[in-house]
């Protein structure tokens, strides 16, 4: 498990391109056969992620939690973004189909990822944050999720946001995740720009060519940097941070928000004359 540190908005201004994305960039997720987790201590969210291709894969609990099993203190969201796989928690099974996702609650013990087809294998990405209740496990699919509509054509931010782990649909601790499309012909996310400060988030962006990339916005309004993003790499990001991003092509991206509230629309509202 990569574990990495909270940092000050007044040191990040000090950040050359190097440390930038060593910080808040996570490159290598996705390996086959392998299960891959970076530990944050900005809200303690874990993010992962499993590509089951010859073997089945199981989620351990790792030397840094101290726990007899990962979902002890933990709840978890996974999202498929690969083939078809089978997520098997205590026994039962559920199926996921390609963006298909999976709440799983406090308290579970054994959590085995496979893949269908070795030819097309899933691709799990996890969310996991500390957890104080339990809540039961839900396979979710993205049709029954609630879904908004924002931006325009004109704009080049025209996109759909999906939300499949929120208060009244899919019930968690303190994890709220979702996944936003871009309409075709449309390179914009998340601008207008805002913060949050009661809650950090991280993206995973997919969905990009392998010459493509997204130049992902991060910093205070006052002093923004910028990371180069590529295919199936995420991004975490402070509360005290922006986060929005545009690309060479469409994507999309998965978030992950966990902290002090799962209100999606407790945000603080940036004006673009003050972003610099």
């Known amino acids: 498990m990569d574990v990495r540190y909270a940092s000050s908005p007044i040191d990040v201004k000090g950040y050359d391109t190097t440390r930038l994305r060593q910080e808040f960039l996570i490159e290598d997720l996705f390996a086959p056969d392998e299960l891959k987790t970076v530990y944050s201590h900005i809200d303690r969210i874990i993010t992962g992620s499993a590509v089951p291709v010859m073997q089945t894969l199981s ?4 030397d840094e939690l101290h726990a007899k099993s990962f979902l002890e203190r933990r709840e978890l969201g996974v999202i498929n973004i690969g083939g078809a796989g089978t997520i098997t928690v205590d026994g039962m099974k559920y199926p996921l189909r390609y963006k298909d996702g999976l709440y799983v609650g406090m308290g579970a013990g054994d959590v085995i990822f496979e893949s269908d087809n070795t030819d097309n294998p899933a691709m799990f990405y996890l969310n996991s944050a500390p957890a104080h209740r339990v809540y039961p496990t839900t396979l979710i699919k993205p049709e029954d999720c609630a879904k908004v509509e924002l931006g325009s054509q004109e704009a080049s931010n025209h996109r759909t ?8 649909q899919v019930e968690s601790c303190q994890l709220v995740m979702g996944m936003t499309n871009l309409m075709p012909g449309n390179v914009w996310n998340t601008m207008p720009c805002h ?11 997919f969905n990009l060519s392998d010459d493509a990339v997204v130049f992902h916005y991060m910093g205070e309004p006052s002093e923004t940097r910028h990371l180069v993003v590529r295919n199936r790499q995420a991004v975490i990001s402070p509360s005290w941070s922006i986060h929005s991003a ?31």
């Open 59 to 62: 989620l351990p609990s790792g």
């Open 246 to 276: 545009s690309g060479t092509q469409g994507y999309s991206f998965i978030w992950g928000m966990v902290g002090e509230n799962q209100a999606f629309d407790d945000m603080d509202a940036v004006s673009m004359n003050d972003l610099k």
């Open 161 to 168: 946001i999906c939300k499949y782990i929120l208060p009244g």
């Open 195 to 205: 913060l949050h400060e009661r809650r950090m988030e991280v993206y995973l962006y």
